[in-house]
């Protein structure tokens, strides 16, 4: 089976589809795998050769004087928008990019953001297409849509539904132009009204890929919707913990703490170090730092109570931890809750906001906005989740989690199994 998986994001959108991909070719199938730029050295880690079918570099936007203004100095709302208005500015290279990739495919594998171009080029060839979606998108979720603000967050179904109805509209409304050149452009079939609808009415599946543990099941069932554990990557895309940063964290037993945003650029992370190191002389904490795609300077840690990494193994790390400081990242969010330890979630936008407040909800987490980080208020969430019953939350939620570490075996299930229906539909006889 050739199979081409298609994905537009961060480092965190692009490791669970890198993780199928390897599943799958290590069943025998050929894989393509598309990308943006900025996380096609991920791909290539894990033993692909990815094709990059865009200019758009999701990182060099987010750490420009541009991105800082426009994305991340205003709420959902903006964020949406800023979003949506770079994707336009890329969308004619994105579209070449997809229609190639997706020629001669058995079957697509893609992320949220693209589903609906993915289903309009594949309508003529009537190719299966599967939607990863890594945290809850159907108007069917006991929560509300994780990508509106903290208000609307607070409704509980059916309201809620409102907030997925809402802000579907609004994309597709934004979209609309895009998808009608895309649809003229491949000889789309039918006519285009709203692009959501070229998704639903493709041959498709829905996989949820975050579990039960920290999302109640949809109130109702959906045949073309499947939920699954988290998609965590055996493959490993950085490096085990350094002989010297075991033996760093083995000198000491200060409380140690974990601090890292991922994707998220932090402007002036290293003064955001300095200060924290200070808090941790007074506390007596030790912290791992991990910059990810922040610049750090490198003078921000000159003491032996922080320890400085471009990138860390979450998994193990984690157990070694009193508290767990990150951006929300679903992939992030799984692995803190998995270890067993407390989260003080800086959220900075997309879904981030949301996995903060569950965290919060089931008493294992703190939840500190962009707008609010600083190292001091950090430290003082960290106090609030050092508490004995947060403590014991936490290990009692690693309990229910284990079900949920299993995602990447599940998809896989699932896969072969839409595949085989398909397939003996297509041979079915007719009746008589």
């Not at 959902?76 to 579209?95: E, I, N, P």
């Not at 509300?144 to 809620?160: D, E, F, K, T």
């Not at 045949?223 to 010297?244: E, K, M, N, T, Y």
């Not at 430290?379 to 609030?384: N, S, V």
């Amino acid at each position: 089976m050739r199979v081409a998986i298609a994905c537009l994001g961060s480092r965190g959108d692009a490791l669970p589809l890198v993780e199928i991909a390897r599943r799958l070719r290590d069943a025998g199938h050929e894989v393509a795998f598309g990308c943006n730029p900025d996380v096609a050295s991920v791909v290539q880690r894990c033993g692909f050769d990815p094709i990059v079918y865009t200019s758009l570099d999701i990182k060099e936007f987010l750490s420009s004087e541009e991105g800082r203004r426009s994305f991340f100095e205003g709420g959902t709302v903006a964020q949406l928008r800023t979003l949506g208005g770079l994707y336009d500015r890329f969308s004619a290279d994105v579209d070449s990019g997809l229609i190639a990739l997706c020629r001669g495919a058995d079957c697509v594998i893609v992320g949220r953001v693209l589903q609906e171009k993915v289903a309009i080029i594949t309508a003529g060839t009537g190719t299966p297409v599967v939607s990863v979606h890594t945290f809850p998108c159907s108007p069917d979720a006991a929560v509300a849509n994780p990508l509106v603000g903290p208000g609307p967050q607070r409704l509980r179904y059916p309201l809620s539904k409102l907030t997925y109805y809402l802000l579907d509209l609004g994309v597709d409304v934004s979209t609309l132009p895009n998808m009608r050149s895309l649809a003229r452009r491949i000889g789309y079939p039918h006519r285009m009204l709203r692009p959501s609808t070229a998704f639903r009415r493709s041959d498709h599946l829905i996989v949820e890929t975050f579990g039960t543990a920290l999302v109640p099941l949809n109130k109702r069932a959906d045949p073309a919707c499947r939920r699954i554990g988290f998609i965590r990557p055996a493959a490993q895309h950085v490096s085990a913990l350094s002989a010297d940063l075991a033996r760093w964290i083995g000198e000491d037993d200060k409380p140690l703490i974990y601090l890292g945003f991922g994707s998220m650029p932090v402007p002036e992370l290293g003064r955001l170090i300095a200060e924290f190191d200070g808090i941790c002389a007074v506390r007596g904490y030790r912290a791992v730092v991990a910059t990810g795609w922040s610049a750090a300077n490198p003078i921000a840690a000159q003491s032996n109570r922080i320890w400085l990494e471009p990138e860390v193994d979450h998994a193990a790390l984690f157990p070694y931890c009193t508290a767990l400081v990150h951006h929300g990242g679903a992939g992030t969010v799984a692995t803190a809750a998995a270890s067993g330890k407390p989260s003080v979630v800086c959220s900075h936008g997309f879904d981030q906001y949301f996995w903060g407040l569950t965290l919060r909800r089931l008493g294992v987490g703190e939840l500190v906005p962009r707008p609010a980080l600083s190292a001091g208020v950090i430290a003082d969430a960290i106090e609030l989740v050092r508490t004995a019953p947060v403590q014991r939350a936490a290990e009692r939620l690693a309990a229910r989690m284990h079900d949920d570490l299993d995602g990447a075996d599940e998809f896989m299930s699932v896969l072969h199994e839409m595949m085989a229906n398909r397939k003996r539909q297509a041979t079915r006889a007719p009746s008589c």
